[in-house]
């Protein structure tokens, strides 16, 4: 077993009880596990579930052991893991099993990468890939809630999951009783964050939703008293004075970092944007870089110290139930197939010249894998009626929270920071997965709890708003779209809003693009994403992509190939 290792990522090197440790993260967590091994005997399966099951913040970790090397994710995967084996050559030279925090470094040491086309279409219909793939055969990834244990006789590693976000059971406990292990949950919650910040300054991207919210004022009633925070975007968006009313209510300094075009277009063809996408994409996603570039201006003027730790929201409206839509709950019936229907209209939509019969079936396919690991033969099973609801929990879990959202935690250590993701907390996450559906639809047992809980009105006083898309001057696309309606119809009018997104609340990600360039493509891209997704094709020399099948390469559009390094 060869564990390559980089500075450039947030892991630590050490030895404990005989083992070579490397992990990254919470080392409190990391010494709980390590307590449970032995040097020369590989871990008992049970006795390491068992221990994995009591831990509560992210880590990752790799051991080395004179009898075996074990690597082990936690319940999102919040610090990835990648492996490969160098093929034999036949004489002198055997098989080595490669392990790393870096997909790209292993890639350097495999003679030959094949590209898979099924993760190929995932990445440009999706932004990601699904299962343990990555853009090639030859090269896996560790899930969530998983470990990989490689011992020298065997030539495979043998990997086991201790978790999945999928209900056994329906707790039947009161809405009382709920509400009140809630509390105690999220206060147990913040508690290890202050342990872990440690009186370091703890900064929060402040938005207008709940889930930053909720944090900011728990650390503030529990008297942190090293706090600030910030809100970035669009100049006039509707995010900024939700942000900038709570934290001067909770008298917790607050920036907002406006993000004009130019600045933005600037940073997202800069050198450091490509050095990112290289850094965190793991072959096998399109790295988020919303947030990055503030940040870097707020470190840049000593704003955000460089001991701080950033603690965002995430994923707080996934946990309490926000992604159940009405369409799977039991009361509409729902079936194994508009569970598929719903994630793909939902996730696997980015570009829309590719929602063909042919891609839907083969998409289908690799959800339908995934949900076997849970319901085997889900295909032929009769499901009962709040099994579909869990199923699309279980996938969004899996694939698009642990693979996307958690992942752009990368923007922060990119930046030489350290973070923390106090709503993943493993204690909460194993509470929300079972609670009954009613509970979790439209996320009541979280907002009931919210609204008690109401510290300094914050929660009754400031609602959560619908986002306006429209800040500024830019709201006056609404009464002109009316008009483009009126005069020329409905799809006419659908198409007014496509190019007026150029002005809108994410104009900052539209516009790193010009006009003509975004005008070409919008018709047929989702979002701001989806043109990332293109662009990153494009800087690795991917020009078969899928999402190129129907719209070619137009001359305008920036390329500097960046080959898989």
Known sequence: MQVLRSSDYPWHTRQMAGLQIHYGGDLSEIEKIVATLHPETPPD?????????????????????????????????????????????????????????????IARCLPTLERNDLSLLELSMQGYVSGNRTLYHQLRQLRAAEWALWLPTEA???????????????????????LEELAAITDRSIDRLITYADGRQIALPLSGG???????????????????????????????????????????PWRMVGQDAAGSRDFYWSQ????????????????????????????????????????NGQSGDFTSGGHISKALMPESAPTLATTIDALVAKHCALWEHLNTPENHARIHQAIIATLEEVVPNVAEASLPHHIPPGLFEYWEWQERQTKLVVRNQTIYSALGYDWHLPLWDFEAVRFWRDIPLPLKYGQSLYRTYLHRYDYKQLFSGIPNKELLRWPGLSILAIPMARM?????????????????????HYSNLFRAYDFREFSRLSRHARNAFSLQARTWCLENGITDAPLFEGIEHHPSERTTPLKAR
């Open 45 to 105: 399966a049970s006795r390491l579930k068992a221990v994995l099951l009591t831990t509560a913040n992210s880590f990752g970790l790799i051991v080395e052991a004179p009898g075996y090397t074990l690597a082990i994710t936690d319940c999102v995967a919040s610090y990835p893991l990648f492996h490969a084996t160098t093929p034999a050559d036949g004489g002198t030279e055997s098989a080595t099993p490669l392990l790393s925090p870096s997909a790209r470094a």
């Open 156 to 178: 495979t590693p043998r990997i086991q999951r201790y978790f999945h976000f999928f209900p056994e059971s329906f707790r039947s406990d009161s809405e009382e009783t709920l």
């Open 210 to 252: 709940l889930d930053s919210r909720i944090l900011i004022c728990k650390l503030v009633e529990r008297g942190y008293p090293n706090l600030t925070s910030y809100t970035y975007g669009p100049p006039n968006n509707s995010e900024a004075p939700i942000a900038r009313q709570v934290a001067e209510t909770l008298n917790v």
């Open 272 to 311: 450091e944007r490509r050095r990112f996408w290289d850094y965190a994409d793991g072959l096998s996603r399109i790295p988020g870089i919303q947030g990055m570039h503030p940040l870097a201006l707020l470190k840049e003027q000593g704003v955000v110290s460089e001991e701080a730790v950033i603690v």
């Open 484 to 504: 483009v309606g009126l005069v020329a119809g409905q799809e006419a009018k659908g198409r007014f809003y496509r190019q007026a997104r150029y002005f809108g």
